[in-house]
C-alpha cells in the first residue's frame, strides 16, 4: 500500500496567543481553534460561582470565560448557555435558500457564543480541573505531539473526546460486515445511504484486471466497499492529511493493504481507471470546521473538479460514478439544470441513475428549521460515461 505520510504538528494549528490575570499573576497559553476562531481579547478566569445568565452575557459580548472549576459544572455551564440562545426563536426566510443562509447564521452566532467558554491543556495536554477525564490521547490523536499549554473551547474539547470514542469503538458498515474507524476531523460513515448505492450499484462489465480510483475518500469506506465487491485495484485520495492518516488505518485494519493504495493530498491520482468514484460535499458553502468539510463544498470546488477531470482519468468503456444528495437543489442553492450542464460542459452523458431516501435522524427531527428539504431530500448514484 502506497501511502504519504501525515504529520500533524502541534505547532502546525496555533496561530496566537492569549493572556489573562489570574491570582494577581499574568498568565498566557497559545489559542487553538479548528473552526479559524480568532483569539479573544478579553479573558476572564471564572469557576463554579459563575451564573448561567452572567456567562451568558459575557459570551455574547465577546468575552472569553477561562473555566477553573469543576469539569462537569462547565459541561452544565453550557448546556445552560444553549438554552438561552434556543430561546430566540427561528425566523424562516423567504425562500428556502434565505431560510438556510439564516440557519447557517444562527449556527454561527451559536457556535461563537458557546465557544467562549474554555479551558487550558497542559503542555503534556492534562486537564487540570476536579474531575475532568484523561484527555491526553484524545488530543494527541487530534491535535499531534503537545509542546505547550493550549487554550481550546470547551465545546471543541468535548468533540475531541467524541472523535476518540468514535476512533476506538469504530462505526459498523453493514455493507462490508465490519466497522470503519473515523479519525477527528474526518466525516464519519454514519450515513449508510451513500455506501449502500455503491455497494449495489451494477459494476461496469469489463474484462481483465479492474481498477477504480476513490476521490476524496475520507475514513475508506467507499475504496473497502470496492475491494469487497472484487475490485482488483483501488487508489483512494483525498487533500486533507487527516483523511489520508484515517483511510491508510482503516485499510490496514480491513487487511486490504495489497489492494487499495492511499495517496495525496489530491483529487485524481495520476493514470486512468475502469470506475472512478466521488462522493463530494452535498452543500456548496463555506465550512467553519475541520468536520464540515464533508458536508460543504465552497463553491461546489470539488463536484466541478470531478466533473471537468473525469474523463481525462477514465480507461475505455469506464465509467465514473458521483453520489450527490439533492438537498443543495431543495434548499434552492444548485439546480438540477446546473448540475446537468456541467455534466454536458465535461463532455460526459448518464449512464443511468439511482436513487435512495436518507436513513439519519435528522429527517425526523421536526423542529429543525430545514425539516422540510430534508425530509424530502433524495441521494443519487449517477452514472456518467464519457460522450
Known amino acids: 500500500m502506497l501511502f504519504v505520510p501525515c504529520t500533524f504538528d502541534h505547532e502546525e494549528y496555533v496561530v496566537s496567543t492569549i493572556r489573562w490575570t489570574e491570582t494577581n499573576m499574568p498568565r498566557s497559553a497559545h489559542w487553538h481553534s479548528e473552526s479559524a476562531t480568532p483569539p479573544p481579547r478579553e479573558v476572564i478566569s471564572v469557576s463554579d460561582r459563575m451564573k448561567a445568565d452572567a456567562a451568558y452575557r459575557l459570551a455574547c459580548e465577546g468575552a472569553a470565560l477561562l473555566w477553573r472549576g469543576d469539569f462537569y459544572n462547565a459541561r452544565q455551564l453550557l448546556r445552560a448557555m444553549s438554552r438561552r440562545i434556543d430561546r430566540k426563536p427561528f425566523r424562516h426566510g423567504d425562500s428556502p435558500a434565505e431560510s438556510f443562509h439564516l440557519y447557517r447564521r444562527a449556527r454561527g452566532h451559536r457556535a461563537r457564543v458557546l465557544g467562549r467558554l474554555v479551558v487550558v491543556l497542559e503542555d503534556d495536554y492534562r486537564l487540570n480541573l476536579r474531575r475532568a477525564p484523561d484527555v491526553r490521547q484524545a488530543c494527541v490523536e487530534a491535535y499531534g505531539r503537545p509542546s505547550a499549554p493550549v487554550a481550546v473551547s470547551l465545546t471543541e474539547l468535548l468533540g475531541v473526546i467524541g472523535a476518540h470514542q ?222
Not at 469503538?169 to 466497522?179: I, S
Not at 477527528?184 to 454514519?190: A, D, R
Not at 428539504?373 to 460515461?385: K, M
Open 166 to 387: 468514535w476512533r476506538v469503538k469504530g462505526v459498523e458498515v453493514p455493507a462490508l460486515g465490519a466497522r470503519i474507524h473515523p479519525h477527528y476531523g474526518v466525516f464519519s460513515p454514519v450515513r449508510g445511504e451513500y455506501v449502500d448505492l455503491v455497494a449495489h450499484t451494477p459494476l461496469p462489465a469489463l474484462a481483465g484486471r479492474r481498477t477504480a480510483f476513490d476521490l476524496g475518500t475520507g475514513t475508506g469506506v467507499l475504496a473497502a466497499v470496492l475491494a469487497h465487491r472484487g475490485i482488483d485495484h483501488i487508489v483512494a485520495t483525498d487533500v486533507s492529511a487527516r483523511a489520508l492518516a484515517c483511510a491508510c488505518e482503516n485499510v490496514r485494519r480491513l487487511r486490504l493493504a495489497g489492494r487499495v493504495d492511499v495517496v495525496g493530498p489530491c483529487l485524481f491520482p495520476e493514470g486512468r481507471a475502469n470506475l472512478v468514484v466521488c462522493n463530494p460535499p452535498w452543500i456548496p458553502g463555506r465550512p467553519t470546521s475541520a468536520v464540515e468539510h464533508g458536508v460543504y463544498d465552497s463553491g461546489g470546488g470539488m463536484l466541478r473538479s470531478f466533473l471537468a477531470g473525469l474523463t481525462s482519468h477514465l480507461e475505455p468503456g469506464g465509467e465514473g460514478w458521483l453520489i450527490l444528495s439533492d438537498l443543495a437543489e431543495r434548499l434552492g442553492l444548485r439546480t438540477r439544470g446546473e448540475l446537468l450542464a456541467g455534466v454536458e460542459a465535461a463532455g460526459l452523458r448518464v449512464v443511468d441513475r439511482f436513487d435512495t431516501r436518507p436513513r439519519h435522524p435528522r429527517v425526523r427531527e421536526i423542529a429543525d428549521p430545514l425539516h422540510a428539504a430534508r425530509a424530502a431530500e433524495v441521494t443519487s448514484l449517477w452514472r456518467l460515461a464519457g460522450r
